[in-house]
């Protein structure tokens, strides 16, 4: 029996000794069960209401290798009540018997749903207190006076809320005030500290939106108010969307904010500040696109989705007409100059989509991909007839040594776990004879049908087509020239994860790869 198993820690009351701890009661119960130690996946100083933990994405990409999945406790496998039921019924399809070593969840157990189900809430509560607490906690801090966390650049923290100015780095905002007051735009003042190697606090190369910032949320070099000695907290908090189970920003009503005054952080003085907040608010009615607000979809049915051959960046709508590269356009890092007719380049893709990629016979070359896919993930069941066979023969071996008088304290132990091991190979066996892929396939229909439905319709739904060009053509759309100059627009198989998109990705790689549309 192959035996796997995970052990997760996220708070900073723990330590790496926790991994060990964990896995030495997965070890231990191996130890009980006469089965090899397991092999062990980990995720230290990550939270569990997080779904891109590299140790759990590799454990469920590799799980269908094993028998049974050992976690000291359910909430080391995740805090949101959803996710951990949708992983246990991925488990529970795929034959893997779940054991919670110290709570006591075991899926092979009937009713296992119950405590699946209030643990999974339990942990789920477990957050919303624990975020109840630290923002409790902040608030304190705040009203005190000191950092309730987020430092902008031009600082550099000396002890827990406590936080100074960098002369290096204020000596950069100042500068960037200075210029911009002088009429440089943002983007001309990135592109200047980028050609001067002048770094972020991160390391990174500059941007015009991180200059420009947000007057209503308060970031950004020019609209954050901590440049004149103002300090404010508890603008925002952060929700996970129900949907897409990414965190979204709220803002909240300023009557919550808190607001202190600290001018021995003060970089610039408030003639300045007062100067350039005037010309901001003039550049944002004169020209109220011309900085996209963070989160605000994209108007443009490819703003994001074409690349940039030389870097790879996004290309974005730069004027009324054409696309560009973003980088350029932004940090000035790439040298493209290219600019793509925005009509055309729409016109032309989806004209070759509906073509090449939405026709029936396309339709029929993925069908024969994704049935492929799926059998070739289904069960294996040469395997389960091998291991049933073995534990039957264990079974066997023990009823004859009965039959035959040899009878120990330990044989009826031995004999309801072998009866038990046959049990539940058959009925992973049962499972694997009734997994079917024709039965996705109808689905795999709707999503097609709604891939073509969007496409056809996308002028009243951007969103919705963009999304759909994701599924069909993922987001590596990557625009150059070809040997005759002209523009093309050439398209290769994604590597996405989701399921259902990956079987939508299909077609650009099964036939047509890579697909190359003139533009």
Not at 211 to 232: C, E, F, M, S, T
Request: positive net charge; charged residues 25%; aromatic residues 6%.
């Amino acid at each position: 029996m192959r035996v796997a198993a995970y052990a997760r820690y996220s708070s900073d009351q723990q330590r790496e000794a926790s991994l060990e701890d964990q896995l030495r009661n997965c070890r231990s119960w191996c130890t009980r069960h006469n089965l090899a130690p397991p092999v062990e996946y980990t995720d230290a100083a990550v939270s569990g209401a997080r779904l891109d933990r590299a140790g759990y994405q590799r454990l469920l990409a590799e799980i269908h290798h094993y028998d049974v999945l050992l976690v000291d406790d359910l909430s080391r496998l995740g805090r949101d009540k959803d996710e951990v039921g949708k992983t246990v019924k991925r488990l529970t399809f795929s034959g893997v018997r779940l054991v919670g070593v110290c709570d006591g969840v075991d899926t092979q157990r009937r009713g296992h749903k119950i405590d699946v189900g209030l643990r999974g809430l339990m942990s789920e509560l477990y957050l919303d207190d624990l975020a109840d607490k630290t923002h409790r906690g902040l608030t304190g801090r705040a009203l005190s006076g000191a950092s309730a966390g987020g430092l902008p650049y031009g600082y550099r923290v000396t002890g827990t809320g406590q936080r100074v100015i960098d002369a290096e780095q204020a000596d950069v905002v100042r500068r960037i005030y200075a210029e911009f007051i002088a009429g440089h735009s943002p983007r001309t003042i990135a592109a200047r500290l980028n050609a001067e190697h002048v770094r972020t606090a991160r390391g990174k190369t500059w941007c015009g939106t991180a200059i420009y910032g947000d007057a209503k949320r308060g970031i950004g070099i020019l609209a954050n108010p901590i440049y004149i000695g103002r300090q404010v907290w508890n603008r925002s908090h952060w929700i996970k969307h129900p949907d897409s189970g990414r965190r979204v920003r709220q803002e909240r009503p300023e009557s919550e904010w808190i607001t202190t005054e600290k001018p021995e952080l003060a970089i610039i003085d408030a003639d300045t500040w007062a100067t350039v907040q005037a010309r901001l608010g003039c550049n944002r009615k004169a020209n109220p696109d011309s900085y996209r607000k963070a989160g605000r979809q994209p108007r443009h049915l490819l703003s994001g989705l074409l690349r940039c051959e030389c870097c790879g960046g996004p290309l974005v709508v730069v004027d009324r007409y054409n696309y560009g590269c973003n980088v350029a356009k932004d940090r000035g890092t790439c040298t493209s100059k290219l600019r793509v007719p925005r009509a055309a380049a729409e016109r032309s893709i989806l004209a070759g989509i509906k073509r090449d990629l939405l026709s029936d016979a396309a339709y029929q070359v993925f069908q024969r991909a994704v049935t492929h896919a799926l059998r070739a993930a289904a069960p294996d069941d040469t395997a389960i007839r091998r291991r049933l066979a073995d534990a039957q023969r264990v079974r066997d071996n023990v009823m004859q040594a009965i039959r035959a008088g040899i009878i120990t304290p330990g044989t009826r132990a031995e004999l309801e776990r072998a009866e038990a091991e046959v049990a539940t190979l058959q009925a992973e066996l049962d499972a694997a004879k009734r997994y079917e892929p024709a039965h996705v396939l109808p689905r795999a229909r709707e999503v097609w049908q709604r891939a073509v439905a969007n496409l056809e319709h996308h002028a009243r739904n951007i969103p919705a087509a963009r999304e759909s060009l994701r599924e069909l053509l993922g987001e590596r759309i990557v625009v150059r020239t070809n040997e005759n100059g002209d523009l093309v627009a050439e398209i290769a198989a994604s590597s996405t994860a989701s399921a259902e998109t990956a079987q939508i990705n299909v077609v650009a790689g099964a036939g047509f790869e890579p697909a190359t549309f003139g533009l």
